[in-house]
């Protein structure tokens, strides 16, 4: 299933005039705008129409005239965008420059959303490796309704380097293998630790949140019924607590756990049991 602009949007779009004054330009701004969604960088090609709504920014020169052109066309051949399938891997593809990062959100190599925004003067200057991070960081707050509880691949200007573990023999350099050893056996150990303090805090945490904790306790006979809603239980003798409970607080016991039961007879292998009675307990 796909998501297009309707043909009446593009008739609007293709017969709008040139416009000639701020309030022109501010309406033509709105229509495009609303739109902004299915016009890969659309920032970049609105910036100077945008310049010109500034005070004293209105002068209808020649570039204003080929971009007003360029935005009508960006507008009219706007590509078709994929609603997105939750079902599917979202791949996000991010590519970041010294000004602006622009990123492109699809599925199955058909795009899905645009997003583009340029830095603020303080990070022109920061590593690239920073400003796609900071790219990262903005696209999931901006598309976090797709990507949270969706599998999702990231994709930038390169993969991230793989850290093989060091094989015997590899290098000639005595000081270079003992290195790499080490660096082997540094990352064995921290990952060790890192397993022991994981299970130490989870421990922590669920010792303090006994909401989802087992609130029933062992097996105990029921002694007698008292009234319609309550049961009175055979508890241990060093029990501190009353007998009666009613039965919101009880529930039934399912299988043998009561280990004083007496255990069937074993059967042999001739199938026949001997049976010799003990004493005659009453007659009838």
Not at 198 to 212: F, G, I, P
Request: one cysteine or more.
């Amino acid at each position: 299933m796909s998501l297009m602009l309707c043909n009446e949007k593009i008739d609007v779009v293709q017969s709008w005039p040139i416009p000639s004054n701020v309030k022109e330009v501010r309406d033509f701004l709105g229509l495009t705008g609303y739109y902004r969604h299915f016009v890969q960088n659309y920032g970049l090609i609105a910036r100077p129409l945008t310049a010109l709504i500034k005070k004293n920014g209105f002068v209808l020169s020649n570039e204003a005239f080929s971009v007003f052109i360029t935005s009508k066309q960006a507008l009219l051949s706007t590509l078709v965008l994929w609603l997105p399938d939750f079902s599917k891997t979202f791949v996000v593809e991010c590519d970041a420059s010294s000004s602006e990062v622009g990123v492109v959100l699809s599925q199955e190599e058909h795009p899905v959303a645009y997003f583009r925004k340029g830095f603020s003067p303080s990070s022109w200057f920061k590593p690239t490796y920073d400003q796609e991070l900071l790219g990262l960081v903005l696209i999931i707050q901006k598309w976090s309704h797709y990507l949270l509880g969706s599998n999702f691949l990231i994709l930038y200007d390169q993969d991230p380097p793989s850290l093989l573990p060091y094989v015997m023999g590899e290098t000639k350099n005595i000081e270079l293998e003992q290195l790499l050893i080490d660096r082997d056996d540094m990352f064995t150990l921290f990952r060790f630790n890192l397993m022991k303090v994981q299970d130490r805090m989870r421990n922590q945490a669920n010792s303090k949140c006994q909401e989802l904790s087992p609130r029933f306790f062992s097996p105990y006979r029921g002694k007698r019924i008292i009234g319609p809603i309550a049961y009175e239980l055979e508890l241990p003798d060093d029990a501190k607590i009353h007998q009666v409970f009613y039965i919101s607080m009880l529930k039934p016991v399912y299988g043998s756990f009561f280990p004083d039961l007496v255990a069937p007879l074993p059967i042999p292998k001739d199938w026949e049991i001997d049976i010799q009675s003990a004493s005659i307990v009453d007659h009838r």
